[in-house]
């Protein structure tokens, strides 16, 4: 079984790599993640994401640890534990549990785009520098992504982010991948 996510994972990473989507956005899909998107504009404003990201931002993200050294440490570690664990984490397993699959994946960024919350461990730790954290961070506008296969949840998903805001000011960015699948056919 291990073999066959590795074959599904590199013919993934093959198919972005190309510019191959697996899944073509139709309008119909595009109106329902439009939808999406503004359900996880109400989820970014919930008082215990926009709590949990203020108070990492007075931290700041955990000395020494880069996206490199993020990549050893395994799922199973009290760190990794502890982002899962917290409030925030719980509100958005809560989430995605309810969307019945539609969302496949759930992480919250604080200002340096070091996580906050996650309902699974995330391929990187500081997302700052890519679109995904940047273009929500700095314009205050969402953002959505191409469709991939994602390593982490493995599925084909499409991911938005929306900034997380204080004071009419974006203090962090909560991204959510959305399932394809499901939502094509949410569609029919």
Known sequence: MRWLKVVLSAVGILMTMLGWAAFEITPAMQQELDKTIETVKAWAADPV????VTAQNQKGPMAGLDNAKWKTIRRSDE???AFQNNDAGKLLKQKLEESKGLYTE????ASQGEKVAFVDKTTSYLHKGQ???DTPFTTGK???G?????ESSQTHQ???AVPVLADGKSIGVLVV????TRLGELTK
């Open 131 to 133: 679109p995904k954290f």
């Open 106 to 109: 759930a992480f919250l960024n």
């Open 158 to 160: 499409i991911q938005v």
């Open 146 to 150: 191409l469709p991939e296969f994602d």
């Open 142 to 144: 969402p953002w959505q």
């Open 177 to 180: 991948g959305v399932n394809l």
């Open 79 to 81: 760190q990794v534990k």
């Open 49 to 52: 994401l926009v709590s949990a």
